[in-house]
């Protein structure tokens, strides 16, 4: 379902759901990986279903962080997403104001907070992660997580490319690796689709100024029923103003 929208979306913030078990044993996540890929889907798109198994696909490997953020605009549709949350649907207008232009659609993937290409298409999400790769600064900033008992630390390190680079905002989001989801009415109804890696909070755990820092985050505050991993990533920009993505880092939470 490629067509252009033009919508109002008000975020919403949840709270905090749930209590992560303890984990008793310390584990760094997975540093420096080249590309984050945010694919903005809907259980509602009939054009969606291709592109949630190409999330699953490039989810398998270790330089990749693919996320699913499913959007609610199209519940009118016949099926309100079970897994939809306005913050995407903001979140996918404001890259769309960034770049100028009106492409707010489904299957829409970002790669790196800077290219949009179809979501079904993965010569040209595989592309973008070429062409983004690049510009200097993208994913030029290592990030890291490291697990212990009952929290979370989150360490970013300092810029080396200089004044322009010395500024961002850092995330993290609660992740499901596999969601499937059986699909009662409207263009899809009668299909079971599995979706990867999705999104089902987001939390902003502090501003980078270009030196290196650390937060440390309770589990309690990042975790709800299904969430199994973690995404921290580091953009440039502010949330109503996305850019590019300057580094970015996932851990399994158990």
Not at 85 to 92: E, H, I, N, Y
Not at 217 to 230: H, K, Q, T, W
Request: charged letters at 20%; hydrophobic letters at 40%.
């Amino acid at each position: 379902m490629t067509v252009m929208m033009a919508y109002n979306c008000i975020s919403r913030w949840s709270s905090a759901l749930g209590v992560c078990a303890i984990i008793a044993i310390i584990r760094p996540a997975h540093a420096e990986p080249r590309a984050v890929v945010e694919l903005f889907t809907s259980q509602g798109c009939s054009s969606c279903p291709p592109a949630d198994r190409i999330i699953g696909e490039l989810a398998k490997d270790p330089s990749i962080i693919a996320l699913s953020m499913p959007i609610d605009y199209w519940d009118y549709l016949g099926w309100k997403d079970t897994l939809a949350d306005s913050r995407f649907s903001a979140r996918q207008k404001a890259y769309s104001k960034m770049r100028g232009d009106r492409d707010v659609y489904t299957p829409q993937v970002i790669v790196n907070g800077s290219v949009h290409v179809i979501g079904s298409d993965r010569g040209k999400i595989e592309g973008a992660i070429i062409d983004t790769s690049k510009a200097e600064r993208v994913m030029s900033v290592p990030v890291s997580m490291t697990l212990a008992g009952k929290q979370i630390t989150v360490s970013v390190a300092d810029s080396n490319k200089g004044p322009a680079a010395a500024h961002g905002e850092v995330w993290i989001c609660s992740v499901s690796r596999a969601v499937p989801i059986a699909i009662g009415r409207g263009e899809n109804r009668g299909q079971k689709v599995t979706y990867y890696n999705v999104v089902r909070n987001l939390l902003k755990v502090g501003d980078w100024n270009g030196s290196a820092g650390s937060w440390t985050v309770p589990l309690e505050n990042i975790s709800r029923e299904g969430v199994d991993a973690a995404v921290v990533y580091l953009q440039d920009g502010s949330r109503d103003k996305p850019g590019l993505m300057l580094g970015a880092a996932y851990t399994p939470l158990h």
